[in-house]
């Protein structure tokens, strides 16, 4: 058995016996993956949603998850899962037309990558020249980790909500220009 | 609203729950028309290559709104 596979069975091991921590490094490494299959249905549900329902599905079934032998066993579940929750919401909102597109389309295999470090470095020492008010509704956001609403946010900054959405938009495109001077392209770096 | 900021709304990953627990759709999701809703797809991938750089352990907003529930759901 492969080393890497090795790791993956005892990550696996660790996320079915409740592991948080496990699961937290897993869902970080797939996060990106699991987005890009969804693509196709993005002009059709939330793909936020089904991310995020996928996510919480993987942790109940992980107890009971059979590993098949094969590299990324858990991430391939995910993906097919991810399939049935954003087929289930395109069935609830009545998206009839755009099921039928969708229902047998081949789900992509996305490769999750590694951490890089260069970039890392890059997006951080950005970030550090970022103008207060932009940098200021960019860090709520990433503090309240997807617990608050962006008028809630906004509130806690003095900021209408429009305000504050203009300021975390604002905050991205600085952000992307300042890599684009360093010769990285965000938009390339979270697509395939 | 303007789209750019129903986008900008859509891009959080705050997201309301249903009374049975499910995770439901941003209201602003459903104001954006099909064009609108995949440039919302594709800035949500640029933010969270973002928040994993920035946050000190590389989890975005989406796995920590799902941490959150998993250990409130304990």
């Known amino acids: ?192 | 609203m303007t789209d750019e900021l129903l986008i900008e709304q859509v891009v959080s990953a705050h997201r309301e729950r249903s009374l049975d627990g499910a995770v439901k759709s941003h209201p602003a999701w459903h104001d954006l028309d099909e064009a609108g809703r995949e440039r919302a797809f594709a800035a949500a991938l640029e933010q969270r290559a973002l928040e994993a750089a920035l946050a000190k352990d590389g989890v975005t907003t989406t796995v920590a709104a799902v941490l959150r529930r998993i250990t409130q759901g304990r």
């Open chain 1, 1 to 192: 058995m492969s080393e890497a596979l090795t790791d993956e069975r005892t990550e696996l091991a660790a996320i079915a016996r409740g592991d948080v921590d496990a699961f937290a490094r897993w869902a970080s490494a797939v996060e990106r993956s699991l987005r890009l299959s969804l693509q196709r249905f993005a002009a059709s549900v939330d793909v936020e949603v089904v991310v995020q329902e996928t996510l919480l599905r993987v942790w109940q079934v992980a107890p009971r998850f059979v590993h098949d032998g094969r590299p990324r066993a858990l991430l391939r579940f995910a993906t097919t899962a991810a399939h049935h929750v954003a087929l289930g919401e395109l069935r609830r909102l009545g998206t009839t037309g755009a099921l039928v597109a969708l229902e047998d389309a081949p789900e992509p295999a996305v490769d999750p990558r590694p951490p890089d470090p260069h970039l890392r470095q890059a997006i951080v020492g950005c970030h550090e020249k970022l103008p207060d008010k932009p940098k200021a509704a960019l860090a709520a956001r990433l503090h309240s980790r997807g617990a608050e609403d962006d008028a809630a946010l906004g509130q806690t900054l003095g900021m209408s909500l429009n305000t504050f959405l203009q300021n975390v938009t604002r905050a991205r495109a600085a952000l992307k220009a300042c890599l684009e001077k360093l010769g990285i392209d965000v938009s390339a770096e979270a697509l395939p």
